[in-house]
C-alpha cells in the first residue's frame, strides 16, 4: 500500500472517530453523568494509552527510566490540564446537546487557541 494512501486512511479513520466518541453518551442517559464520563476517562486516559504504549514502544521501561524527573513532571501537569479541559468539554456537551455543545465549545476552543498565539507570539 501506498504510504499517502496509508496516512489518508488514518486520517479519515481519526476524523470518524473524534466525531463520534461522545455517541455512546446519547445511550446511557439512565446513567449519572459522572458515572459515564468516568467509563470513558479511565479507558481513553488510563488504560488504552498504557495499552498502546506497551505494544508500539519497545523497551518502554528503559525509556521511562532514562527519562528526567523535570520532564515526567512537565507530561503529568500538562496530562491534568488536557483531563480537565475534557471534563470540562464533556460537562459543556451534557448541558448544551451534542450538536450546540459541539459547534459552541469546539468554535470557542478554535478562536481562543488561534487568537492567543498570535497575540503572545507577535
Not at 503529568?76 to 459552541?104: E, H, K, N, P, Q
Request: proline share 3%; glycine share 12%; with cysteine.
Amino acid at each position: 500500500m501506498q504510504d499517502w494512501a496509508a496516512g489518508l486512511g488514518l486520517i479519515i479513520l481519526g476524523g470518524i472517530l473524534q466525531g463520534s466518541f461522545m455517541l455512546p453518551m446519547k445511550y446511557t442517559r439512565k446513567w449519572n453523568w459522572e458515572n459515564t464520563w468516568l467509563s470513558f476517562s479511565f479507558m481513553a486516559y488510563l488504560l488504552l494509552p498504557w495499552l498502546v504504549a506497551l505494544l508500539t514502544v519497545p523497551q518502554l521501561k528503559e525509556i521511562l527510566n532514562q527519562t528526567s524527573r523535570a520532564t515526567l513532571l512537565g507530561t503529568v501537569l500538562f496530562r491534568f490540564g488536557w483531563g480537565l479541559g475534557c471534563l470540562t468539554f464533556g460537562l459543556g456537551v451534557d448541558y448544551l446537546g451534542l450538536s450546540l455543545g459541539f459547534a459552541t465549545i469546539l468554535g470557542v476552543t478554535a478562536a481562543i487557541g488561534t487568537l492567543i498565539p498570535m497575540l503572545v507570539l507577535s
